[in-house]
């Protein structure tokens, strides 16, 4: 199974704030809010949600292909994503521009307030799947980019009869309803947080039980209450995995999807893939930064195994 990961590539601006933004915000005022937050610190990442999915999916064994324009910036995390296993040959760099960059203030409820810059992502409709050695792709994921090649992505990957899996996030609010609802209406399956799925819901003006008919599988994840997938008929619950220490929730569900992923292409029941994004995910919350957790798939399983039962399942993981 090869992984192709479309999205959009950034570096992280990080900053903490030692307070909370809802002591600061005045519900009648809202629409004169003026807000400024003294932080306390800022660190720049590696980030963007397509590589964030394949450094996850790389940990675990997966050889992820990546899919996206970057800036003149980005030879250092080319280099970065290669030593881990992630493909790099299909990203273009934009001359003249610079990487995407996203802006994250996190306060001590892990509440965030954030912005993002496009850059080079503006120009990812000049890529195509077929030009990503489409022949053995057996799945794409189409994750938060520019909105028109986002759209593009889907129609191509229908025209192409190639499966893929939708995850519109952030940019929901970016798409009108037609484009949404094709692209729900032709993916294998669909990937949102709660929030997420009741924006696409009013987006496309479809309910929550027509948008599970449409695909394959389902995942809705809840922050602290975990996650719900829903396939063959069935919803599993998917448990939060116990952290060890919470540091930053930046990039937890594209941990949550590269682990996931990884568990259907070695076709372990759902649960379990479940269970396997949501240990993945607790990894990147004990780090500060979406790509600077790291683990062995012995050490994954290891881990896995003191919450959860696989009956042997994850032996596949250190087979692979």
């Known amino acids: 199974m090869t992984i192709l990961c479309t999205g959009s590539v950034a570096y992280d601006y990080l900053m903490s704030f030692p307070g909370y933004f809802r002591d600061h915000i005045i519900p009648e005022k809202l629409e004169t809010i003026s807000l400024s937050f003294l932080v306390d610190s800022m660190v720049r990442q590696r980030g963007g949600v397509a590589p964030n999915i394949a450094y996850n999916l790389a940990l675990l064994g997966e050889k992820p292909r990546l899919l996206a324009t970057v800036g003149e910036d980005f030879e250092e995390y080319r280099a970065w994503l290669e030593e881990h296993g992630v493909e790099t040959k299909y990203v273009k760099v934009i001359p003249g521009k610079y990487t995407a960059s996203f802006f994250a203030n996190t306060d001590k409820s892990n509440a965030q307030i954030a912005s993002f810059y496009a850059g080079a992502m503006a120009n990812a409709a000049e890529l195509r799947i077929r030009d990503a050695h489409m022949e053995d792709i057996s799945l794409v994921v189409i994750s938060p980019n520019d909105p028109g090649a986002m759209a593009q992505y889907a129609a191509e990957c229908r025209k192409l009869k190639i499966p893929y899996l939708y995850d519109p996030s952030q940019q929901i609010i970016r798409m009108d309803k037609e484009t949404l609802r094709k692209g729900v209406a032709g993916a294998d399956s669909l990937f949102c947080n709660e929030y997420e799925f009741e924006l696409l819901q009013k987006t496309t003006e479809l309910k929550a039980g027509e948008i599970r008919e449409k695909v394959r599988f389902m995942v809705i994840t809840q922050g602290k209450d975990g996650a719900l997938v829903y396939a ?44 396997m994004g949501s240990l993945a995910a607790a ?15 012995a050490e994954f399983v290891e881990r896995y195994r003191e919450q959860f039962d696989d009956q042997g399942a994850l032996d596949a993981l250190l087979k692979s």
């Open 283 to 297: 990894y990147c919350l004990e780090r500060r930064g979406t790509q600077n957790h790291t683990y062995t798939p």
């Open 232 to 275: 063959d008929g069935k919803k599993f619950i998917i448990p939060v995995f116990p952290p060890m220490q919470i540091i930053d929730p930046t990039g937890v569900g594209d941990a949550f999807r590269g682990g996931f992923l990884r568990g259907m292409s070695l076709q372990l029941d759902w649960q379990t893939c479940g269970q």
